[in-house]
């Protein structure tokens, strides 16, 4: 299926600290961010396709 797929990495206190749209997507997604420069804490990774929204806790430590 085509689809639009939206990812952001979210801080704990709202703030979007990555982001990246593709539009008219097709097959499967793998992707590496670099979060070395990110401060140690808790991160929200929040994946936005056609089909509803994932999301899962990031802990860097």
Do not use: A, H, P
């Amino acid at each position: 299926d085509v689809q639009d797929l939206d990812v952001r990495i979210i801080n704990v206190i709202g703030e979007v600290v990555y982001t990246e749209n593709l539009n008219k997507f097709v097959g499967e997604y793998t992707k590496q961010v670099d979060l070395s420069t990110y401060t140690k804490g808790v991160y929200f990774l929040e994946i936005t396709t056609d089909n509803g929204v994932i999301n899962k806790k990031l802990i860097l430590q």
